[in-house]
C-alpha cells in the first residue's frame, strides 16, 4: 500500500518562500518519478513540477520555472518543492503523486496521490 502525506503548506506573503514536503511509504519511493500539482478553487488541476527516481531529471510548468525547484531525498522516502517569489496566483491546494518513467512526466498518468496541502498567498 502506497501512502503520500504532504506537509509545509500555509499562508505567505508574495514575494516569500514555502517548501512543501511529500513523505512517501513502500519500497518502490526511489525507483519512481514524483510530481507536484496544484488546484485552485474553480480552476481545473494543473502540473508544477516533476523529478525523476535519482533526481537526475526535472521538468517545470512555466508558471513557476526559475522560482521553484522540486528535489528528492531517496534515503528519506520524501519529495521536496521549493517555493520561492510566491505570487498570489500560486494560491492552490498542492499536491504530490507517484508514477512510473518520464516520458512525459507533467501529462502523463499518476497513480497515487496525496490528501493535498493548502498554500496561500496573500498581496
Known amino acids: 500500500q502506497v501512502q503520500l502525506v504532504e506537509s509545509g503548506g500555509g499562508l505567505v506573503q508574495a514575494g516569500g518562500s514555502l517548501r512543501l514536503s511529500c513523505a512517501a511509504s513502500?519500497?518502490?519511493?526511489?525507483?519512481?518519478?514524483m510530481g507536484w500539482f496544484r488546484q485552485a478553487p474553480g480552476k481545473e488541476r494543473e502540473s508544477v513540477a516533476a523529478?525523476?527516481?535519482?533526481?537526475?531529471?526535472?521538468v517545470y510548468a512555466d508558471s513557476v520555472k526559475g522560482r521553484f525547484t522540486i528535489s528528492r531525498d531517496n534515503a528519506k522516502n520524501t519529495v521536496y518543492l521549493q517555493m520561492n517569489s510566491l505570487k498570489p496566483e500560486d494560491t492552490a491546494v498542492y499536491y504530490c503523486?507517484?508514477?512510473?518513467?518520464?516520458?512525459?512526466?507533467?501529462?502523463?498518468?499518476?497513480?497515487?496521490w496525496g490528501q493535498g496541502t493548502q498554500v496561500t498567498v496573500s498581496s
Open positions: 503523486a507517484r508514477t512510473w518513467g518520464f516520458n512525459d512526466p507533467l501529462n502523463q498518468k499518476y497513480d497515487y
Open positions: 513502500g519500497r518502490a519511493f526511489s525507483s519512481v518519478t
Open positions: 523529478i525523476n527516481w535519482n533526481g537526475g531529471r526535472t
